[in-house]
């Protein structure tokens, strides 16, 4: 039952995120932390974005902006591997606290606590109408990709920031999906190089 019901989730999330270009990893990382361990889900939620960016860039990756692709993904890369690399350290951490309950230990690590916070907080921020329409200035986009890396190491969700950021780049619908598309799927194999211990 776990099974079907992640596979529903990761089918249903990736339609829906489609034009918003962010969304999917708030969504699958909270699916995926109710089934197994913070630093496994998220990098699960990594697999399942690359898959559903590979399929997307397929379809998608030949109208791609290559120079912004560049000036955003680059820089993601190394920010990747560093909050993958965090999420590693966090991970091997001890419990912070723990309680009983029904004849079990209960308690979150580091890890889970910092990933708790910040998922929060990306999902209370892209419930906001002010924040769905915030764009940054071109200049910014090494920034961006910087933190969209990070964050997308950290925590599995990488969306919000890479949309603030590519917004105002100047690029139409059909060649914003797509160079978000090629971005994302950069950023997903920063992530998977820390990980892919973890879903061996």
């Known amino acids: 039952m776990a099974y079907v019901a992640i596979g529903l989730v990761a089918c249903l999330a990736s339609a829906l995120t489609l034009y918003s270009g962010f969304g999917l990893g708030t969504i699958l990382l909270a699916a995926f932390s109710v089934f197994f361990p913070v630093p496994v889900a998220v990098a ?14 397929s379809l998608l990756g030949r109208q791609a902006d290559w120079r912004i692709v560049a000036r955003f993904g680059l820089p993601a890369i190394p920010a990747a591997i560093a909050g993958a690399t965090l999420l590693v350290y966090l991970g091997s951490t001890s419990r912070i606290f723990e309680w009983e309950a029904f004849g079990r ?25 002010w924040f769905q329409r915030l764009a940054a200035p071109p200049r910014l986009l090494p920034l961006g990709g910087l933190l969209t890396g990070f964050f997308g190491g950290l925590t599995g969700q990488q969306g919000a920031f890479r949309s603030v950021f590519l ?20 950023v997903t194999f920063g992530i998977l190089t820390k990980n892919e211990e973890r879903l061996a």
Do not use: D
């Open 105 to 129: 230990l209960y308690g979150p690590s580091a890890a889970g606590i910092t990933i708790g916070t910040l998922m929060i907080v990306f999902a209370a921020l892209e419930l906001q109408p």
């Open 167 to 186: 917004l105002k780049a100047g690029l139409e619908p059909a060649r914003f999906i797509a160079t978000g598309v090629l971005v994302a799927v950069l």
């Open 44 to 57: 699960m939620t990594a697999v399942v974005h690359l898959l559903n960016n590979l399929f997307k860039g």
